[in-house]
């Protein structure tokens, strides 16, 4: 069972950045796709970056790609969400998953375990 511990969130003018840290223990990720999502409250969970066992491909949902950059460090079983030009509609609360599918797939069904979340607020 992996187990998913997010950090790094907090809040941010418009502008500015932050880096997410997703951490996993409990299980090899290396092996493993891994993606981060984005929730506000009422509203469903959406695909915001994923990248590949390797580390060799990437997916970015239209709304974010040019301003984010997903990156992982399988030796220190680290998944990391560089995100840069940050907007008020980019705050929410970003959770990490992980999904034993080869591919980057953008729906919450693809991904078997998630972290708990955290909280990044954009003000303008």
């Known amino acids: 069972q992996v187990h998913l511990v997010e950090s790094g969130g907090g809040s941010v003018q418009a502008g500015g950045s932050r880096r997410l840290s997703c951490e996993a223990s409990g299980g090899t990720i290396s092996t493993k796709t891994m993606g981060w999502f984005r929730q506000v409250l009422g509203k469903d969970r959406q695909f915001v970056a994923g990248i590949t066992g390797n580390g060799g491909f990437t997916r970015y949902a239209d709304s974010v790609k040019g301003r984010f950059s997903i990156s992982r460090d399988n030796a220190k079983s680290t998944v990391d969400l560089q995100m840069n030009s940050l907007k008020p509609e980019d705050t929410a609360l970003y959770y990490c998953?992980?999904?034993?599918?080869?591919?980057?797939?953008?729906?919450?069904?693809?991904?078997?375990?998630w972290g708990q979340g955290t909280q990044v607020t954009v003000s303008s």
């Open positions: 998953a992980s999904t034993y599918y080869l591919g980057i797939g953008t729906s919450t069904s693809d991904y078997n375990y």
